[in-house]
T-cell receptor, first 117, second 114 residues
Framework: GAVVSQHPSWVICKSGTSVKIECRSLDFQATTMFWYRQFPKQSLMLMATSNEGSKATYEQGVEKDKFLINHASLTLSTLTVTSAHPEDSSFYIC?????????????FGEGSRLTVL | KQEVTQIPAALSVPEGENLVLNCSFTDSAIYNLQWFRQDPGKGLTSLLLIQSSQREQTSGRLNASLDKSSGRSTLYIAASQPGDSATYLCAVKADTGTASKLTFGTGTRLQVTL
């Protein structure tokens, strides 16, 4: 199947700093990518839909100024957690559809674990 | 609003047993349903995808069924192995749009013991 790569896989930062997480589709182009957040032992919660060349669509309750999403190319979307605080500590996962193969199946990255001290 | 529930939340079985994981969804107007596996601290691996027009899909020891009208899907794992230990998530897609989001279930944590 298609490969989605996330970087970094884990990051520890001080409260108040900003952290950028990258999501890349390695062998396909993705006009749409999705960012999820997962708390321990819980399911995935969709944060936003990242659209190449346009603004991201945020889910209700997700602060767009807190979680900045940029989808500058067909293979890269970035999530920046601005002025991070301990409550932002979580596992962040991105996903994308391979439109060339019909786009029915969603492929996920390995996730990025953020710990804010 | 679509809600997806998985039962049981956790399951422990001895190696070699066949087992069934359940997934139910409240809105039967779905486009497809996908089963995923998640290992601790890792992302999701797609296992099986069932289109709304299909009844089941098979891959190796895995078989997933879909009863759209009753809002249910099952994942059958034959001859379980310790390597099958993971969290299994089902997710439904609402419509055909590529931007259409998935709604995830709560997951079933499976442990296969020696």
């Amino acid at each position: 199947g298609a490969v989605v790569s996330q970087h970094p896989s884990w990051v520890i930062c001080k409260s108040g700093t900003s952290v950028k997480i990258e999501c890349r589709s390695l062998d396909f182009q993705a006009t749409t990518m999705f960012w999820y957040r997962q708390f321990p032992k819980q399911s995935l919660m969709l944060m936003a839909t990242s659209n190449e060349g346009s603004k991201a669509t945020y889910e209700q309750g997700v602060e767009k100024d807190k979680f900045l999403i940029n989808h500058a190319s067909l293979t890269l979307s970035t999530l920046t957690v601005t002025s991070a605080h301990p409550e932002d500590s979580s596992f962040y996962i991105c996903s994308a559809r391979d439109l060339a193969s019909g786009g029915r199946e969603l492929f996920f990255g390995e996730g990025s674990r953020l710990t804010v001290l | 609003k679509q809600e997806v529930t998985q039962i049981p939340a956790a399951l422990s079985v001895p190696e070699g047993e066949n087992l069934v994981l359940n997934c139910s969804f409240t809105d039967s107007a779905i486009y497809n349903l996908q089963w995923f596996r998640q290992d601790p601290g890792k992302g999701l691996t797609s296992l099986l995808l069932i289109q709304s027009s299909q009844r089941e899909q098979t891959s190796g020891r895995l078989n997933a069924s879909l009863d759209k009208s009753s809002g249910r899907s099952t994942l059958y794992i034959a001859a379980s192995q310790p390597g099958d230990s993971a969290t299994y998530l089902c997710a439904v897609k609402a419509d055909t749009g590529t931007a259409s989001k998935l709604t995830f279930g709560t997951g079933t944590r499976l442990q296969v013991t020696l």
